[in-house]
């Protein structure tokens, strides 16, 4: 993201089986005591199968449940529709309505990718769900090209994201996924149950053909905070928005960690809050360092270098991994660089110090008291201590497969990587396909992560998955 420099499938009841299901701490610290429980319980009817709470029986029954309804699934949804699929999809998405990154929306915040990088334009130009459709529809199209720009802000993409999902009756939102299990169909596993809950604690279970797993990142919190997950001090950077307004007081005094993208956005949008709190960055680097966006080096996120990058050895995979850091890890916009550089030459000539970047600086341990938060930091001057009313954990998120994101099917995981159709490799007798979207970086490359491959990954789950259904229904039939 810029920041503007002027702004800152029904199954008999007797199917269900246990399988290795396990409890695990699955997407997000959502609570799978109960899928534990529910391990045992394998031949139970559909209505008592649930365990526990206000629950419903199994739902229904989808030749595809799709985890998370962000751009990944969302792209997806899309693609189906677009192929003509005539596989029934249901994708599950804990907020409560569509919302890409709600509290990063920060005013004034730009696109990093051209929007020509949207959900589909990459695969299908004349598609009606691409963003130049979206401008039509919305009469803006001739407003939009006068502004010279391939970045539209990241609250015009969010627009353009949930006038798409809106289209597409295929999301149920308020269901966070809070188990996997396997469904025993014989002496095979043909099915999945995913279960999900709402705010309001109502369980609800849907039966599922073959699963694409899109749940984004796992906020990142350091060591050194581990201990303070709960306290109301310390935020992630994801929780930015919704978090901070009721911490802001004159004077607040706090610390952003981390000197990449998110921290310089949170760094700059603190420096012009009314309340004028008080802000360090602190950051490893000597400075905020610029992305390389290149054109010579943005070629490795086009869609056809997933292929490539794919087929190399993975040591080689490695090298290109480290080579492209500076396209999208710990790394600043160009702009956003020159609006901070601003804002602290600008409080210089007032003779001011409210703003301040700490470079090269780590922290050592952090830890409450009834004051705030005291870090013990350590710089090239050697150990320091700091205390701050706030801090705020710019520090990304981390991807990717292990056994807390598969839930109850993970001991059926080979451990192998996702095949380069995002298909997870499963042990034998497992007949469910399971694909990841966004998980795979080590093998897929840094465009993994981002929007800039989703026209064309999304379309290839697609061609899988029905090839995959159309077997998924000769195995239910049995
Ligand atoms: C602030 C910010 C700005 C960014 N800007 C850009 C950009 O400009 N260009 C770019 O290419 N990339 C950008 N990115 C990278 C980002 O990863 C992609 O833009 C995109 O969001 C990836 O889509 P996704 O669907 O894979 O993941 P997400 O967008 O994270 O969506 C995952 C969805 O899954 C849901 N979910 C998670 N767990 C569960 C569960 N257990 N049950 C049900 N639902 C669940 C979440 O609520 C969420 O809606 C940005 C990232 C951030 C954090």
């Known amino acids: 993201m ?31 005591g109960a899928a534990g429980e529910r391990a045992g319980h394998a031949a139970r009817p559909l209505a008592r199968a649930a365990s526990g709470g206000r629950s419903n029986p199994v739902s229904d029954t989808f030749d595809l449940v799709g985890v998370g309804f962000g751009p990944s699934n969302l792209s997806l949804a899309v693609a189906l529709r677009e192929r003509g699929s005539r596989l029934v999809a249901r994708f599950l998405e804990a907020r409560p309505a569509f919302a890409w990154h709600p509290d990063m929306m920060i005013a004034g915040s730009d696109m990093q990718v051209s929007f020509l990088k949207d959900l589909v334009s990459l695969r299908n130009p004349r598609s009606a769900f691409s963003f130049l459709s ?27 994201l949930g006038w798409v999902a809106g289209q597409l009756d295929v999301c149920s939102y308020d269901r966070r996924v809070t188990a996997i299990e396997p469904v025993r169909s014989g002496g095979e596993i043909s099915a999945l149950r995913v279960s999900a809950e709402s705010a ?149 000539v007032r003779g001011e110090d ?11 341990a952090a830890a409450e008291d009834a004051d705030g938060i005291r870090l013990r930091l ?53 007949g469910p396909a399971v694909f990841v979207q966004g998980q795979s970086e080590p093998t897929h490359g840094v465009g993994d992560t981002l929007l800039s491959v989703l026209a064309l990954r999304s379309d290839e789950i697609a061609e899988a998955i029905e090839a995959q259904g159309h077997r998924g229904f000769a195995l239910a039939a049995e």
């Open 378 to 430: 350590v710089g090239a001057e050697g150990e320091t201590r700091a205390g701050y009313d706030l801090v705020i954990l710019a520090t990304g998120y981390r991807r990717g497969i292990d056994r807390a994101l598969l839930g109850g099917i993970g001991d059926w995981w080979t451990g192998a990587p996702p095949a380069r159709d995002y298909r997870l490799p499963m042990a034998a007798g497992f």
């Open 134 to 160: 979206y401008l039509h529809a919305k009469g803006r199209l001739t407003r939009f090209i006068n502004r010279k720009t391939f970045f539209p802000s990241r609250e015009e993409f969010n627009d353009y």
């Open 2 to 32: 810029r920041l503007r420099p002027s702004a800152r499938l029904r199954l008999p009841a007797q199917a269900l089986g246990a399988g290795p299901a396990r409890a695990a701490a699955f997407l997000r610290g959502a609570d799978l």
């Open 200 to 348: 309001s604690g109502a369980r609800e279970h849907f039966l599922a053909r073959n699963l694409v797993l899109a749940p984004g990142g796992r906020p990142y919190w350091p060591e050194p905070f581990a201990a303070l997950r709960g306290s109301a001090r310390v935020l992630h950077a994801r929780d930015y928005l919704g978090g901070v307004a009721a911490r802001l007081r004159p004077g607040t005094r706090i610390a952003v960690i981390g000197g990449g993208q998110s921290g310089a956005e949170i760094f700059a949008d603190l420096a012009g809050r009314p309340e004028a709190p008080r802000v360090e960055m602190i950051l490893r680097a000597g400075a905020p360092r610029p992305s390389d966006d290149s054109p010579f080096v943005n070629e490795i996120f086009h869609p056809e270098e997933t292929g490539r990058f794919h087929a190399l050895p993975p040591e080689a995979r490695e090298r290109r991994l480290a080579e492209a850091q500076p396209t999208n890890y710990s790394v600043v916009d160009h702009d956003l660089i020159a609006t901070m550089y601003d804002l602290l030459y600008e409080q210089s």
């Open 354 to 364: 409210r703003l301040a970047l700490r470079a090269r600086t780590s922290v050592l």
